[in-house]
């Protein structure tokens, strides 16, 4: 952050500050001013200065820079009156215009807005053409409305806010004119996003100094021949009142989007020669609807029930106004948007900004729990909106939730740090991806944990790492019943699971039951297997239940992981692929929340050791990210007809002992 400071804020409010002719609308969420006060507080002075002296306005929006579409009304409203509340407080007025995060934009917007105090927003010009608008009226503000309660949009500069870096002044001055010589009600709205090169720290803070220099002096010139003149949204509405109306449908950047979208599916699968013409239910989106990446990435889905989650207990606080708004807030932070998306600037394939949603979330539900009267019990809830219910375990030391298709474990909180342990990334399919990346693999499951593979004797550590091999069971998408119709969830802290399904041995189908039984102690759990044959024919194969663990990185700073040779010795391994002969079980040392995880297997047996990499597109340049660890413990099966075979995984957090 503060490179990003004082290669692109600074420069740009030093320049800005130079030309006092020159009226801007800035919009900061309100977790950067919070470190900017921190940091720089003389930043925090100037702009107090140019507010005073009618320079400068500065607009709201949500606290916490949400997705408004994918939050509760309620918690719009709530992002917004408390930036609303900084501003004030620090610049002495009170904003009257809303930032959209992203310009992620749906129709029933503008009640939210208009009842948290907003009257205007910004859009882009996209925005004005998805709605039907003509060109000629693309710099024409408009009112929109929703539930009776209206507000202005002020539409921006398509070229301007996509160019804004590479234009000259040249270009900009006839930008404006073009707009000056149509109509008087007219206006150009020039926005600017930070300047790619500051995001990654690469940038000399004298090319946004220099840059903005030429534009802002070219503008204030202007402005004192008065060919130009530069005006705060407040001030235009006054003096311009007849507006028409129009309504905006759910849409975005369209860039943003991109990576995602039909267009460029199309293209993607045409190249590969499986697609003529048309696109069916493929996942991707439809129309730039920004929820389709909940369909899209199972991993955005889960972040957004876990908000949906944290927020019903948050609704639920009663006589504790203090805790209730403390829990709030922590949840509105939990809600930011960077890694609920994947597009030209996201996303959801960085590791941190999904730790750091989850981490949040998970404070937050922590705030909810009343302390003498919560008590650790598993329930049943669907979770994840798929309508069917999951069975989440909520204790005192961690969170550890159950999903029946598959019997997997899909969320593993250790609520002390706090973290998901569970939230990793998968590789997808990418639009830009090429014949390497394909080569790699693309999961086709979800890469959590006690996903139950059947694998044959020649399946080997790279056909599973790309993907390749073909798993001999039905059990990772099966759907788990609840053993005793749910009367199991009596003992609160255990759940016991069953599936029938069928495992290809010799090119042959034959049924196979497992009974698997999750166990929830204080800081850990155990799962209990008993796989039988129940065909009329001998059952060989390799038994594989996969798990998986996310941290920070696997850069030897943050992350040590050990092979348990027995009971007492263990051997340091490092992240790379690992093909283990014989192994008890792993341990993990999370040196970034400074936790140790045992995982204990009965019985010694061969294992694979994986780290997940995934790769994506990112402003041009490739980025390899870690995701997760995996181990994959493999037991040979040699079951006669009616015979079964037990074994069990145990997994265990501990604080890590000081070095």
């Not at 501003?87 to 503008?110: D, H, K, S």
């Not at 534009?215 to 204030?220: F, P, Y």
């Not at 539900?365 to 069975?391: H, Q, W």
């Not at 090429?434 to 080569?439: F, K, L, N, R, T």
């Amino acid at each position: 952050m503060e490179t990003l400071y004082q290669s692109y804020y600074r420069p740009l409010l030093k320049v800005l500050y130079a030309h006092p002719r020159v009226r801007m609308v800035l919009y900061f969420s309100g977790s950067l001013l919070e470190w900017i006060e921190e940091n720089h507080s003389e930043f925090i002075d100037v702009i107090g200065e140019m507010v005073k002296r009618r320079q400068l306005e500065l607009i709201g929006g949500g606290y916490y820079a949400p997705v408004f579409s994918l939050i509760p009304k309620q918690d719009r409203i709530g992002q917004i009156e408390l930036l609303t509340t900084y501003l004030r407080r620090n610049f002495g007025r009170r904003p009257r215009g809303c930032w959209v995060t992203e310009q992620i934009w749906e129709p029933v917007m503008p009640s939210s807005f208009k009842s948290a105090g907003m009257d205007f927003v910004f859009l882009d010009e996209y925005h004005f053409w998805k709605a039907g608008f003509e060109e000629r009226d693309f710099n024409t503000p408009c009112i929109t409305e929703d539930q009776g309660k209206t507000m202005v949009v002020f539409p921006i500069s398509h070229d301007v806010r996509q160019n804004f870096w590479s234009m000259s002044p040249d270009r900009i001055q006839k930008k404006i004119e073009s707009v000056q010589a149509d109509r008087e009600d007219q206006v150009l709205t020039m926005i600017h996003g930070i300047h790619q090169d500051a995001e990654d720290g690469t940038l000399d803070p004298r090319i946004i100094e220099e840059h903005m220099e030429k534009i802002l002096g070219r503008l204030d010139s202007l402005i004192q021949e008065k060919k130009v003149e530069t005006l705060l949204p407040a001030k235009y509405l006054r003096k311009n009142r007849r507006r028409s109306r129009g309504y905006f449908p759910a849409t975005s950047f369209d860039e943003m989007l991109a990576y995602g979208s039909i267009s460029a599916l199309e293209r993607y699968l045409r190249r590969k020669g499986t697609i003529t013409s048309g696109v069916g239910r493929t996942g991707y989106y439809y129309g730039s609807i920004f929820r389709q990446n909940l369909g899209r990435y199972s991993e955005v889905n889960l972040m957004y029930a876990k908000m949906q989650f944290v927020q019903s207990l948050t609704a639920q606080i009663r006589g504790d106004k203090y805790r209730k708004q403390a829990a709030r807030e922590e949840l509105w932070h939990g809600q930011t948007h960077m890694p609920l998306w994947h597009g030209e600037r996201g996303g959801v394939y960085f590791n941190n900004y999904r730790k750091e949603i989850y981490s949040s979330l998970i404070r937050s539900e922590l705030m909810t729990r009343e302390k003498g009267i919560f008590a650790p019990s598993v329930t049943n809830y669907d979770f994840d909106m798929d309508g069917i219910d999951e069975y989440l375990y909520q204790g005192n030391y961690i969170n550890a939730y159950v999903h029946t298709q598959g019997g997997i474990l899909f969320e593993l909180d250790y609520l002390a740090s706090p973290w998901n342990y569970l939230d990793n990334m998968g590789r997808y399919p990418e639009v830009y991806h090429g014949p390497v990346q394909e080569a790699r693999g693309y999961d086709n499951y979800p890469r959590r944990s006690f996903v139950d593979h059947f694998l044959s004797e020649d399946t080997g550590i790279h056909e599973f790492e790309q993907m390749s091999f073909e798993d001999s069971g039905s059990f990772i998408a099966d759907p788990y019943e609840v053993v005793g119709n749910g009367s199991a969830l009596k003992k609160k802290t255990e759940l016991s699971l069953s599936c029938q399904g069928m495992v290809n041995v010799e090119h042959e189908s034959i049924p196979m039951q497992i009974e698997k039984t999750y166990y929830f102690d204080k800081k850990s759990i155990v799962v209990k297997y008993r796989i039988e044959n129940i065909s009329d024919r001998k059952a060989l194969q390799y038994f594989a239940p996969e798990m998986n663990l996310s941290f920070i990185s696997n850069d030897v700073q943050y992350l040590r992981l050990y092979s348990k040779v027995n009971k007492s010795k263990k051997v340091e391994i490092g992240p790379s692929l690992l093909d283990i002969e014989s192994s008890t079980g792993f341990i993990f040392e999370d040196l970034f929340n400074k936790v140790k995880i045992e995982v204990d297997f009965s019985g010694e047996v061969p294992c694979w050791s994986i780290p997940q990499i995934t790769e994506h597109l990112d402003r041009e340049r490739w980025r390899e990210i870690y995701q997760a660890s995996t181990i994959i413990p493999r037991w040979k099966l040699d079951l006669e007809p009616g015979e079964s075979m037990e074994c069990d995984i145990s997994l265990a957090f501990s604080p890590l002992p000081k070095r």
